[in-house]
């Protein structure tokens, strides 16, 4: 399970200008569970309270309506339940 999280992993290269956005973007996919929780920080003594937080789903549905463009969102799998 982790050797596939591992080889799952995508990094963007902006060698082609594809970031920010494109106007020419039409359709974009956002997968993960981790897209709709603005994760900020650790907890106990690492937690901190911003005045206010963006998730990465909101922040790119965001840029796409300015745009014109549709975001589909899915959840794609909570591998972590079956790490040792």
Do not use: H
Not at 12 to 36: F, M, W
Request: no cysteine; net charge positive; hydrophobic share 45%.
């Amino acid at each position: 399970m982790r050797r596939a999280a591992a080889d799952a992993v995508v990094l963007l290269k902006n060698d082609k200008g594809l970031l920010p956005i494109q106007q020419s973007t039409r359709k974009i996919a956002v997968i993960g569970p981790n897209a709709k929780n603005a994760v900020i920080s650790g907890g106990g003594s690492a937690s901190v309270r911003p005045t206010y937080v963006v998730s990465p789903l909101d922040g790119i549905s965001k840029a796409a309506r300015e745009i014109g463009a549709q975001v589909a969102y899915s959840v794609g799998t909570y591998a972590y339940k079956w790490l040792p």
